[in-house]
């Protein structure tokens, strides 16, 4: 019985955004509906070496397909300097729920990298106006690439502005591109003026004010992933409807966790989780919204339907290398 092994290159091919979000949609709605399971992400400090290992398995059913999986990911903020590494690492162990045979391992970094994307695609999808045409970056990292790839599914975005301290990355971001959009680089007010925002930057003292954004903007703040972090000022939370993608993870490390754990923000401040707006449980967008926030912080039965889509297209294209794990016929 063998199993599929696929790099960040064959992860890349095969982890087609046109399939990753439908399948992370799939997964919200099953995990609203009941019929996933997804154990608390556990933590591995590291303290020694500056770093952590997470764990974060997921099952999921969705009407026609069922998947089963754990991601295990790491955070060496060291690692670029001294090792030559990136800062987060992921593998991917992708199983048939039916008899837990492992049908797949792969990259879980760029899975990541789609998954993530894929999320804010589905938020904005469902909360940003109809007719949205700009976006706006803060943070040209990796993550920043995947935001433009799939939010340019769900909406017709020809302009985007990003916003970034770092001229080398700002410049690759414009370079990669500037044959498909009418992209320009400008100040953190001007990305967040657009109809949709994409943050994606690790700070821990908010960069984003109420006055910085329109009132039609659709936020998607990413980058906010452990305590004490958070990118929007929270008066600006505070006034936009709140969507979050789980309570447990975005109250103890999302964009919230910091009003959250001050009391400046309560339960009474979220309108729903994703899950519910997917099922129509709650209403998306209405007439009368002006912003809209939604907490991403990444969620274990993403990485899980993300894995599925990928396994099924790299065994169509006969992408990947198979090795024998179990040694059993």
């Known amino acids: 019985m063998p199993v599929l092994l696929l790099t960040s290159e064959e992860v890349a091919e095969n982890a087609r955004i046109e399939d990753v979000i439908p ?154 591109f500037d044959d498909r959009f009418d992209i320009r680089e400008g100040e953190i007010q001007d990305a967040a003026s657009c109809d949709v925002l994409s943050t994606v930057t690790p700070v821990r003292e908010p960069i984003i004010s109420r006055d910085d954004v329109n009132d039609h903007t659709h936020i998607n703040a990413i980058g906010a992933d452990a305590e004490g972090k958070q990118e929007l000022e929270t008066p600006l939370t505070l006034d936009a409807k709140l969507v979050i993608d789980d309570h447990s993870q975005t109250t103890h490390s999302g964009e919230i966790n910091v009003p959250y754990s001050s009391g400046s923000l309560t339960d009474d401040d979220i309108y729903g989780e994703l899950g519910e707006i997917v099922t129509g449980n709650r209403a998306g967008r209405e007439a009368d919204d002006t912003v809209t926030v939604f907490d991403s912080t990444g969620l274990a039965i993403q990485d899980v339907a993300a894995a599925h889509v990928t396994y099924q297209t790299a065994c169509q294209n006969d992408s990947g290398s198979e090795f024998d794990l179990l040694g059993v016929n």
């Open 23 to 176: 399948a992370v949609e799939d997964a919200f709605r099953a995990y609203d509906q009941g019929t996933a399971q997804m154990p608390a992400k556990s933590y591995i400090d590291l303290s020694q070496y500056n770093g952590d290992f997470r764990s974060m398995p997921a099952y999921l059913a969705a009407d026609e397909w069922d998947a089963a999986g754990i991601k295990w990911v790491n955070v060496h903020p060291d690692n670029p300097t001294d090792h030559g590494l990136p800062t987060v690492m992921g593998t991917m162990i992708y199983s048939d729920p039916e008899t837990a045979r492992p049908l797949a391992i792969m990259d879980g970094t760029v899975l990541t990298r789609k998954r993530t994307g894929a999320a804010a695609a589905i938020a904005t999808d469902y909360l940003a106006v109809n007719d949205a045409t700009t976006l706006g970056i803060v943070g040209a990292g990796v993550q920043s690439y995947s935001q433009v790839e799939a939010i340019a599914e769900v909406r017709p975005i020809q302009e985007i502005t990003v916003s970034d301290h770092d001229q080398a990355q700002v410049a690759e971001f414009i370079e990669y």
